[in-house]
Nanobody, 124 residues
Framework: QVQLVESGGELVQPGGSLRLSCAAS????????MGWFRQAPGKERLFVAG????????YYADSVKDRFTISRDNAKNTVYLQMNNLKPEDTAVYFC?????????????????WGQGTQVTVSS
């Protein structure tokens, strides 16, 4: 069993930056692909970014390319999402997720573990 705990969400002005963190329990973190998803009020949960188990491959939704960067530190069992040039439409609850294979995918149904989420609000 893997437990995921997100942190770093807060209120930020448009154009600002935030870094989200997701800390994972367990000794097998380095063998899991990780993803970040987000869900805005009244909308479905959507893929944001993903990273392979080794960190060698990353994948982004078109809406966040060139603004967001996903990374991981396997020694610290943590995955990060650096978010720059934030826009009001980035407002959502952000979730991290883990899947028990090394390859990253965008399909949330293929992830095995989920965190509780952290709220990001972009507003002036």
């Amino acid at each position: 069993q893997v437990q995921l705990v997100e942190s770093g969400g807060e209120l930020v002005q448009p154009g600002g930056s935030l870094r989200l963190s997701c800390a994972a329990s367990g000794r097998t973190f380095s063998s899991y692909a990780m993803g970040w998803f987000r869900q805005a009020p009244g909308k479905e949960r959507l893929f944001v970014a993903g990273i392979s188990a080794s960190g060698g491959s990353t994948y982004y939704a078109d809406s966040v390319k060139d603004r967001f960067t996903i990374s991981r530190d396997n020694a610290k069992n943590t995955v990060y999402l650096q978010m720059n040039n934030l826009k009001p439409e980035d407002t959502a609850v952000y979730f991290c997720a883990a899947r028990r294979v090394r390859m990253v995918v965008a399909d949330g149904s293929r992830y095995d573990y989920w965190g509780q989420g952290t709220q990001v609000t972009v507003s002036s």
